[in-house]
């Protein structure tokens, strides 16, 4: 009677380490499979200013020398779809850029919040109006990013997190746009150390937001820092009338001299 007790508690035992074990291979061979790449974003993941456009892309103007891509050649993921668009909003990649996410992603890349705060109607107020018109117009944009954008921030990332749960998600924000103190032509000291304080407030926000859900925020500030527009060494491209699209966009070289190292550390 004693043996027979002994044999049945020893094959439960067995048997509960054995689910044990195909319980931690499976997750791991999950895990192991979780190693495919999407890039979502903007224009500033799109690669626009580049140059080097995939003609397939139309107006996303993703670039083979955006980050993205870049990362890809160098690191070989098991798959890689790149949906960054540019003009992308939050409501954008939520609704057409997540469609690659699943179980098998394993990395996202992810830059946003620009275009919902009117970063393009920014540039163009403070480029062709008065400094208190520009910094009037910072003022709005900065108490939509106080107000809305963490709100839409949140449904992007709580997307992204549901359909790809295995993911290792970096959230890139962005360069300040100019050197300050420095002789410039073009717009006022006032205006240009207004626009660098509200993307310092864009990506203050878009930080806090990311590390609330886990995400790891890729801070390309310190990147671009020496190769802002007035510095003699601009990684970014200034106000261009004959290509107003690529204006305080990156160049291919701030792509892989910016972004890049940010985006591969993180990753």
Known sequence: MRRSRL????????????????????AHATEAAATGYVALGDSYSSGLGAGSYISSSGDCKRSTKAYPQLWAAANAPSSFHFTACAGARTDDVRNNQLAPLGTGTGLVSISVGGNDAGFGDVMTTCVTQSDSTCISRINTARAYVDSTLPGKLDAVYSAIRAKAPSAHVVVLGYPRFYKLGATCLGLS???????????????????????????????????????????????????????????????????????????????
Request: glycine fraction near 10%.
């Open 189 to 267: 000291e006032a205006k240009r150390s207004a626009i660098n304080q509200a993307s310092d407030h864009l990506n203050a926000a878009i930080e806090k937001r990311a590390m609330d859900h886990g995400f790891t925020f890729g801070d390309v500030r310190s990147t671009f820092t020496g190769h802002e527009i007035c510095s003699g060494s601009s990684w970014l491209h200034s106000v261009n009338w004959l290509n107003i699209s690529e204006s305080y966009h990156p160049t291919a070289s701030g792509h892989s001299g910016g972004y890049l190292p940010v985006f591969r550390s993180a990753a």
């Open 7 to 26: 044999v049945a508690y020893l094959s439960a035992a067995l048997l509960g380490v054995a689910a044990t074990l195909t319980g931690v291979t499976g």
